[in-house]
C-alpha cells in the first residue's frame, strides 16, 4: 500500500480510540466538536456551558454536573473521540477527561434542532476524577508498525 500523503495521520488514544480532526470533516462534525470543545473547556475551567445542553434536560444535566462542581471534581484536561452522526440528527462522541489525580472516559449525546446542535446526554462517570488512577499492566502492541514509502 503506498503512503498517501494527502491523508492525515491522526493520534489515537487507548481507550477513546482515534481521536477527533478538529480541522476537516463535515460541517455537521465541526458544529458538533466546537459543542463538545467548548462544553469540556468549560469544565476544566469549573464553568457549567448550560446554554449548549438541549432546553428539556438543562435542568436535570445541570443538577447532576453541579454535584461534581460543588466538589471540585472537574477535569484539568480532555481528549475528543470521532464524532459519529446518527440519522443526521443526532451525534455521539467518545471523550477522554483527565485530573491530576484520577482519569475517566465516556460519550457525550447531542441532538440538532433547529438552531443547532446541543448536548442531550452525558454518559461519564466523574467520580473516577478523584481517584487515583493506576496504569493498567499490560503491554501495548499496535495492529500494525513501520512505514511505507512510496510502496516500497
Keep these: 500500500m503506498p503512503f498517501n500523503l494527502n491523508s492525515r495521520h491522526l493520534p489515537e488514544d487507548f481507550e477513546i480510540g482515534p481521536l477527533q480532526d478538529l480541522r476537516s470533516g463535515s460541517r455537521a462534525e465541526r458544529k458538533i466538536v466546537q459543542v463538545v470543545d467548548r462544553f469540556c473547556l468549560g469544565l476544566t475551567r469549573a464553568k457549567l456551558e448550560t446554554e449548549l445542553i438541549e432546553g428539556p434536560k438543562r435542568v436535570i444535566l445541570s443538577n447532576a454536573l453541579t454535584h461534581y462542581l460543588t466538589r471540585s471534581i472537574m477535569p ?76 516500497y
Design 76 to 151: 484539568d484536561a480532555y481528549r475528543i473521540g470521532t464524532v459519529t452522526v446518527k440519522n443526521g440528527t443526532e451525534a455521539v462522541v467518545p471523550v477522554r477527561l483527565f485530573s491530576n489525580t484520577g482519569i475517566t472516559e465516556g460519550h457525550i449525546y447531542l441532538v440538532e434542532t433547529a438552531e443547532s446542535w446541543f448536548i442531550s446526554d452525558l454518559q461519564i462517570n466523574f467520580q473516577e476524577l478523584s481517584e487515583q488512577y493506576v496504569p493498567r499492566d499490560e503491554k501495548y502492541t499496535p495492529p500494525y508498525h513501520g512505514w511505507r514509502l512510496n510502496g
